[in-house]
C-alpha cells in the first residue's frame, strides 16, 4: 500500500466537485483504498509520498480517436466528412499495411497521448490486423489502458482498405484470442467503421462477435446529415440510423459507444437511452467537418451516458482538458439560442471527462473506494496560482494550461514513465 498526499479533486456526482485540500489517497494493489482528510489510525506507518502544493486529480479518458490518422492533423480543415474521408483519410490509412510505418506512427500518437495526460483510450485502428496487434502491443509496453479497434469495412471504400467478411472474421478472432484477458489494460473492441461502409453481413458479423465474445463495441453514428441520407437509402427497412445498428446487435446488446450523435433524436435517442449506449462528443472535429453541435445537455437529461473524444484528425488536438473545455462553449452556443438548455457547468463538463467516461472501461475515473487509481499530479506553480481557491486554480489550469504542469501520470496504480519513440 501506498498513500499520496496533495490537494485532490474530483466529481463523484455531476453537480459538484469532491475538495479535500491535503488530503490523502491510500491505494492498494493498483485500487483506491480510501480517501481522507486526515490520516486515519489504521495506515499509521504505511509509507506517504506528499507532493505539497499541488493538484491531484483523475486522468483524462479519450473515447473516440483514430489512431492511423495521427499524422494528419490539421490537414484539410476545409471539407466536409464525405470528401475529407475519400481525399485525405482513406489514402493515410491505406499506409498501414507496412507495419514499420505503423510502428514508427504509433509509438508517437501513444506517446501524446500519455503527454495530455490521456491514461484510457477507444481507439480504431485500420483494416490491418499487423498493425493492429503493434498498436495495442504499445499500449501494453506503456501501461497506459486502452479499447483498440481491428476496423471493419467492405464497401464504399478503396479496394486497398476493403476485406472480405470472412477474412475480417478471422483477424478479428486471432485478436481476440491473444488480447481478450481479463483484467487486461488493453482489449479489443468491435469496429465497423460505419453503416455506409460494411454491408449487412459485414454488420452482422461483427453483432455476432461482439456477442459470442461479449465484447464491446464501437462506431459513429449520425455524425453529418448527408451521412444519415445515405443510411436511409443503404438500410431502407431501419427507423433510423441508431436501429440499423442494432437490427444487427451493434446497439447495446453488448456495451456500446457511437460517436458524435449530433443529430440524434426522436425515437433514435429514446432507442439510445433504452439500451443504453454512450455518447463520444466530439466538439472539435464537429466543427471542423462542419458536422454541427451535438446537444449533450439533452443526453445528460435523459440519463444518456457522455464521454469526451478527440477524434484525430478530424478534430485538431489530442488533448482532453481542451475537449472539456470546447463542450462547454458548444453548449453555450446551444443556449445562445435555446434557454431552456442550460450550458454545461465546470463540474459537469469535468465528469463527463473523468468518471462518466470511465464507466466504460469499469470502476475508472472517480477518487472513490474500489476505483482504479487513474490519475494526474499537476503542479500548477506557472500559472501564478497566488490567492486562488483550489477550484480556481483548477479552472485555470484547464483553460490556461498544457501538458508541461502535468508532473505525474498514473495508471491503476503505476506510475506511467514517457513512453518511447
Not at 463495441?217 to 440510423?241: C, F, M, T
Request: with cysteine; charged share 25%; net charge negative.
Amino acid at each position: 500500500m501506498k498513500i499520496y498526499k496533495a490537494h485532490i479533486l474530483f466529481t463523484k456526482v455531476k453537480d459538484k466537485f469532491e475538495i479535500i485540500e491535503n488530503g490523502y489517497i491510500a491505494v492498494e494493489n493498483g485500487r483506491i483504498e480510501g480517501v481522507y482528510a486526515h490520516l486515519p489510525g489504521h495506515l499509521k506507518g504505511v509509507e506517504i509520498v506528499d507532493f505539497g502544493d499541488k493538484l491531484l486529480i483523475p486522468a483524462m479518458n479519450d473515447m473516440h480517436v483514430h489512431a492511423p490518422q495521427y499524422r494528419n492533423q490539421g490537414i484539410a480543415m476545409d471539407l466536409e466528412l464525405l470528401p475529407w474521408l475519400d481525399n485525405y483519410t482513406f489514402p493515410e490509412e491505406s499506409k498501414y499495411c507496412d507495419t514499420k510505418y505503423a510502428e514508427r506512427m504509433y509509438r508517437r500518437f501513444v506517446r501524446d497521448l500519455w503527454r495530455f495526460g490521456t491514461m484510457r483510450t477507444v481507439a480504431f485502428a485500420t483494416i490491418h490486423k499487423e498493425s493492429t496487434r503493434i498498436l495495442m502491443n504499445l499500449f501494453k509496453e506503456a501501461g497506459m489502458g486502452a479499447l483498440v479497434g481491428k476496423v471493419d469495412m467492405n464497401r464504399n471504400c478503396p479496394e486497398s482498405l476493403a476485406q472480405s467478411v470472412q477474412e475480417a472474421v478471422k483477424d478479428n478472432e486471432e485478436l481476440i484470442q491473444e488480447f481478450n484477458q481479463q483484467d487486461s489494460l488493453v482489449k479489443p473492441i468491435i469496429t465497423p467503421r460505419f453503416v455506409p461502409s460494411c454491408t449487412p453481413q459485414m454488420l452482422s458479423e461483427c453483432g455476432r462477435l461482439a456477442k459470442e465474445y461479449n465484447l464491446p463495441v464501437q462506431s459513429h453514428l449520425s455524425e453529418n446529415v448527408g451521412e444519415i441520407a445515405w443510411v436511409k437509402d443503404l438500410e431502407p427497412e431501419s427507423r433510423s440510423y441508431g436501429d440499423a445498428y442494432n437490427r444487427y446487435g451493434l446497439f447495446g446488446q453488448t456495451p456500446t459507444i457511437m460517436a458524435h450523435c449530433v443529430w440524434t433524436k426522436g425515437s433514435e435517442l429514446e432507442l439510445m437511452k433504452k439500451n443504453g449506449v454512450m455518447v463520444a462528443h466530439c466538439p472539435t472535429s464537429n466543427f471542423n467537418l462542419s458536422s454541427g453541435m451535438a446537444p449533450i445537455r439533452s443526453f445528460l437529461d435523459e440519463g444518456i451516458s457522455v464521454g469526451l473524444g478527440s477524434d484525430i484528425s478530424g478534430g485538431h488536438d489530442l488533448s482532453i482538458f481542451r475537449m472539456l473545455v470546447y463542450a462547454i462553449q458548444v453548449s453555450k452556443m446551444h443556449y445562445c439560442t435555446n434557454k431552456n438548455m442550460p450550458f454545461l457547468s465546470l463540474s459537469e463538463a469535468f465528469w463527463i471527462a473523468t468518471k462518466s467516461a470511465g464507466a466504460f472501461f469499469g470502476k475508472v475515473g472517480s477518487f472513490e473506494q474500489g476505483y482504479d487509481f487513474d490519475a494526474l499530479l499537476i503542479d500548477d506553480k506557472e500559472l501564478n496560482h497566488d490567492n486562488y481557491s483550489l477550484l480556481h486554480r483548477l479552472e485555470r489550469y484547464i483553460y490556461l494550461g498544457d501538458d508541461r504542469q502535468i508532473q505525474h501520470r498514473f495508471c491503476r496504480g503505476i506510475e506511467i514513465n514517457e513512453p518511447q519513440l
